[in-house]
């Protein structure tokens, strides 16, 4: 496609729920991101895939979450027994190859609010 | 990873100039320097990056200072458009994981 898809674009889910987001990255993008952007504040790394390398897991903050990314494309985020604290918007992004030189590509995001 | 330094929020004139500093006192040899903004119910886009020489395209120019230690986004004529939080970035080349700040919250007055 020509940017990164995230669905859906707003969930709302009751406390204790699992939820999954997607994230679709531009086709042929190899390194694929995950942040979280609570109310007011700036990005915090989730989590990296990169082709078919073990993922960078270091950002998740619980072991409530989790993500795999299949065939080297699309790519899930799970959060497990939500909380009211997990309520943030989820920005995927995606680029060419991983490295400082390559710039991101960021989807719009799926605001999740947990009630 | 090196820290940036940016000012919390600026405002500017609709068809002024304008320049958004950053601080990068410990930035080392191979970090690259990314700015992205922000706008309002979006995710992060891509400005502008440089490593040392000074960079222009379509949407602003980078100005890197001669030790590196700061840098200076240029909206060359802001627009209302422009308004949003802007992101600058160290990354080392061969790393992938921007760590993002609070960035600058540019306000455009029409």
């Known amino acids: 496609g020509a940017g990164v898809s995230q669905s859906p674009s707003n969930k709302v889910t009751e406390k204790g729920k699992d939820v999954e987001l997607r994230c679709d990255p531009i086709?042929?993008?190899?390194?694929l991101y995950w942040y979280r952007q609570s109310l007011g504040q700036g990005l915090e790394f989730l989590i990296y895939?990169?082709?078919?390398?073990?993922?960078?897991k270091s950002g998740l903050p619980s072991d409530r979450f989790s993500a795999e990314r299949t065939g080297g494309s699309v790519s899930t985020l799970t959060i497990q027994r939500t909380q009211q604290e997990d309520s943030a918007v989820y920005l995927c992004a995606s680029s060419p190859q991983s490295g400082g030189v390559y710039g991101y590509t960021f989807g719009s995001g799926t605001r999740l609010t947990v009630v | 990873d090196a820290k940036t330094t940016q000012p919390n929020s600026m405002e500017s004139n609709e068809e002024e100039p304008v320049h958004l500093p950053c601080n990068h006192s410990?930035?080392?040899?191979?970090?690259?320097i990314h700015w992205y903004r922000q706008l309002p119910s979006q995710g992060p886009e891509y400005v502008i990056h440089?490593?040392?020489s000074n960079v222009n395209n379509r949407m602003a120019s980078l100005a890197i200072a001669e030790d590196r230690k700061s840098s200076t986004l240029i909206l060359h004529r802001a627009t209302l458009r422009d308004a949003a939080v802007y992101y600058c970035?160290?990354?080392?080349?061969?790393?992938?994981?921007?760590?993002f700040g609070t960035g600058t919250r540019l306000k455009v007055l029409a």
């Open positions: 895939f990169q082709g078919n390398s073990a993922p960078d």
């Open positions: 440089g490593l040392t």
């Open positions: 410990t930035i080392s040899g191979t970090d690259y």
């Open positions: 086709s042929g993008h190899t390194a």
């Open positions: 970035i160290l990354s080392a080349s061969g790393t992938y994981k921007y760590i």
